[in-house]
């Protein structure tokens, strides 16, 4: 909820309030929980007051319970009971701005790159390549930008593969080690991509990542839904996707320095997939992205399960924190629990761990 230019985040029965500074909002942030435990409510709260603020959002609808933002809310007896209880002054339902995106264009605006645009690095997460792999990708994008060659969708990736493969005693002394077995397993991961709907994808014409920083009449920020529930059935594409528009924002932003609120606010939901079994050399690129992102005037919030699904390189920029309710049966669960309240300062007035 957003008031007196601050975004309540939690309140107490005694009062006491828990506020994110929109002009601290782009330090980034962490939200985490079990299962049930309401990080989704969290997620559309602080999107619906970074709109208030005139903040515009992006954020990923894994499950297809997003939707409701853009409809006005209606009071209930539980909900005005909450608002009672926790003495909400001015609260009101409301609708807002909301603009739909879906990478298979069927649940909103269809979203557009070229395969030049998603770069050989990202394209390597996307199937799954192994180092080794991915220098052969790479080089056969060098290869098609040193000759003039487009890379527009698929089909076009696939000819310069093979066009590679055909000629790797010609290339192999420039440009280094062109092996038939990478190029074989890249393009049969290409065949893999493409039957999960990529090609839908891949072409033109390209999203203009300035479409997100959309305001309505009204000064407030649009919220961009991105439509995954499909995608998420691909979860390393899903990943992906969102890393490249994540690098996209990045590059295709200028840097503005400290501002008094951020120019958009990701949400990046199911953060794990794309940590999980992460390369150092592709997580050092990631922080390095993370940590310089803020300068463009872009908060970026990830959303997991546990905060041990984000790797402490990255949990290090993350200075606004939202914890949720953590399981703890098992000896496991308890280990995490325990890590989670050692990533917060001492509180003298409660043990972290146990609350």
Not at 61 to 68: H, P, T
Not at 82 to 110: A, I, M, Q
Not at 151 to 159: F, G, K, S, T, V
Not at 317 to 346: C, M, W
């Amino acid at each position: 909820m957003y008031f007196n230019e601050k975004i309540l985040v939690g309140k107490n029965a005694d009062g006491a309030e828990s506020c994110i500074l929109p002009k601290m909002a782009n330090r980034h942030g962490l939200i985490t929980g079990a299962s049930g435990s309401g990080k989704t409510i969290t997620l559309k709260v602080l999107a619906e007051s970074f709109s208030d603020a005139g903040v515009p959002v992006f954020m990923a609808d894994v499950k297809g319970d997003l939707a409701g933002t853009s409809q006005l809310g209606e009071m209930n007896d539980n909900i005005q009971a909450r608002v009672d209880n926790l003495k909400l002054e001015g609260f009101e339902p409301k609708s807002y701005p909301v603009r739909f995106w879906d990478l298979y264009g069927t649940s909103g605006h269809p979203v557009r790159a070229n395969i030049e645009q998603v770069g050989p690095e990202i394209l390597a997460i996307m199937l799954g390549l192994s180092e080794a792999q991915e220098g052969n990708l790479a080089i056969a994008f060098k290869i098609a930008e040193d000759e003039n060659l487009k890379l527009i969708n698929l089909e076009d990736l696939r000819a310069v593969l093979q066009y590679v493969g055909d000629n790797r005693d010609k290339y192999t002394t420039k440009y280094g080690n062109i092996t038939p077995q990478s190029i074989g397993v890249i393009q049969r991961s290409l065949l893999t991509l493409e039957n999960q709907g990529a090609s839908k994808f891949f072409g033109e014409p390209a999203l203009d990542i300035d479409d997100f920083f959309q305001k309505d009449s009204d000064g407030r920020g649009v919220i961009n839904i991105l439509h995954a529930v499909k995608l998420f059935e691909s979860p390393d594409m899903y990943a992906s996707f969102l890393l490249w528009l994540l690098t996209s924002l990045f590059a295709g932003t200028p840097e503005v320095g400290d501002l008094d609120k951020p120019r958009l606010v990701f949400f990046f939901d199911e953060a794990h997939l794309l940590f999980n079994g992460m390369p150092a050399y592709r997580l050092k690129r990631i922080t390095q992205v993370v940590k310089l992102i803020r300068s463009h005037g872009i908060g970026l919030y990830f959303a997991s399960q546990r905060p041990t699904d984000v790797p402490d390189e990255v949990m290090s920029q993350l200075g606004n924190r939202v914890q949720h309710t953590l399981r703890a049966y098992t000896p496991a669960e308890q280990k995490i629990v325990r890590a989670s309240a050692d990533s917060f300062r001492t509180n003298p007035k409660f043990d972290t761990a146990q609350a």
